[in-house]
Nanobody
């Protein structure tokens, strides 16, 4: 069993910042790429950013410069720093991990999501 638990969501005013965290725990042998996705009401889930275990990052083009993904491999945790937030950033943010468990098989895991609301 592997769990991904997100935290750090909430209500923020336009122009504000939030930092999301996602901690992976359980029968983990190794973690490969981790990432953040989001889903706004009535829309499909979309990529926000991903980061490999060596630190290579990939961002949705529309979010480059405002969002920063990072990870702490020792803590099995990935972060998303979100700056200059806009109302259109309002969504449920999901953590994702490509994780190898103790049986050495790899699976795609998702967190339960954390709500981010940008509103005045």
């Amino acid at each position: 069993q592997v769990q991904l638990v997100e935290s750090g969501g909430g209500l923020v005013q336009p122009g504000g910042s939030l930092r999301l965290s996602c901690a992976a725990s359980g029968s983990i042998f190794s973690i490969y790429a981790m990432g953040w996705y989001r889903q706004a009401p009535g829309k499909q889930r979309e990529l926000v950013a991903t980061i490999t275990n060596s630190g290579s990052t990939n961002y949705a083009d529309s979010l480059k410069g405002r969002f920063t993904i990072s990870r702490d491999n020792a803590k099995n945790t990935v972060y998303l720093q979100m700056n200059s937030l806009k109302p259109e950033d309002t969504a449920v943010y999901y953590c994702n991990g490509d994780i190898q468990i103790w049986t050495l098989r790899r699976y795609d895991y998702w967190g339960q999501g954390t709500q981010v609301t940008v509103s005045s």
